[in-house]
């Protein structure tokens, strides 16, 4: 399926990121009160640059999709300074206001999940529904399989384009039955890669979960190795009202391995009327 995505680098909050967008129509305006028309935006996990959401956001022409590259990650320049997940959060607002979008609807998946928590919390108002696929409450997660996890603490592993495409199909394919394409990936920077970790591991969303009051849809696989499904059910537990589903076979990068299933659940929950 061909890309409908476009890319540009916009200043915001005192960064430049490589901003993507996918089925801007003037149809698909943030200022609609229906949940259908409510633009959709997308983190992906550490390391990953915005082509590798295609394979989602493409899937999705009946809505506005947008995202953008971490510091350092993708064509995103490096950080100036270390980032924290609220501080990234503001940002997101900040480009929401600089693209005159009020309310949006989140997808956050792995490292995505905790930008995404942390908007639906600093900005309630401006949050419509809240997707958390294969992601976990930071500081407080159920650790996964030992050896990916040292493994990531090495940014050269990463950041080198030689061992990329071999790392990540040992990071994001874990589990899976069904192989993710890596065609897409580009390597991070050394320093990017690193201040992705920091933010992440100095985080939790545990203390204000329980203040989350949007609908929550939670995602995971039971055969993710990097994000055991515990931090799911943990998560499902903390959010009142919110839904769990769980897959099974997909890996950690479930939805990338089975798009289409994945977006057939994602939509019929964007598309309910509560």
Not at 36 to 43: D, G, S, T
Request: glycine fraction near 10%; charge should be neutral.
């Amino acid at each position: 399926m061909s890309s409908t995505a476009s890319y540009s680098m916009i200043g915001v909050a005192g960064r430049r990121l490589r901003v993507g967008q996918w089925h801007t129509s003037p149809a698909s305006s943030g200022k609609s009160s229906s949940p259908a028309q409510r633009p959709l935006v997308i983190f992906g996990g550490i390391g990953m640059n915005m082509e590798m959401l295609d394979p989602i956001a493409s899937r999705m022409p009946g809505r506005r999709v947008l995202s953008f590259d971490m510091p350092g990650i993708g064509q995103s320049p490096d950080p100036i300074f270390p980032y924290t997940i609220p501080h990234m959060a503001l940002t997101l607002a900040a480009l929401l206001d600089r693209l005159h979008i009020e309310t949006v609807d989140l997808l956050g998946i792995s490292w995505g999940g905790a930008v995404v928590q942390q908007f639906a919390f600093q900005h309630r108002a401006r949050t419509g529904k809240l997707v958390l696929a294969a992601t976990s409450a930071g500081g407080t997660m159920i650790p996964g399989n030992p050896s990916m996890i040292s493994q990531m603490l090495d940014p050269m592993e990463y950041s080198v384009e030689k061992t990329l495409r071999r790392n990540l199909a040992m990071f994001y394919n874990g589990g899976g039955a069904e192989r993710v394409s890596l065609n897409a990936a580009t390597a991070p920077s050394p320093l990017g890669w690193s201040c992705q970790l920091a933010a992440f591991g100095s985080w939790s969303s545990a203390p204000f979960l329980p203040l989350l009051g949007m609908p929550v849809l939670i995602m995971a696989d039971a055969d993710d190795q990097l994000i055991p499904p515990a931090n799911a059910h943990f998560l499902h537990n903390a959010i009142p009202g919110s839904q769990l589903d769980m897959a099974e076979g997909g890996g950690h990068l479930f939805m990338l391995s089975r798009p289409d299933a994945f977006i057939a659940k994602l939509n019929a929950f964007l598309d309910a009327s509560k």
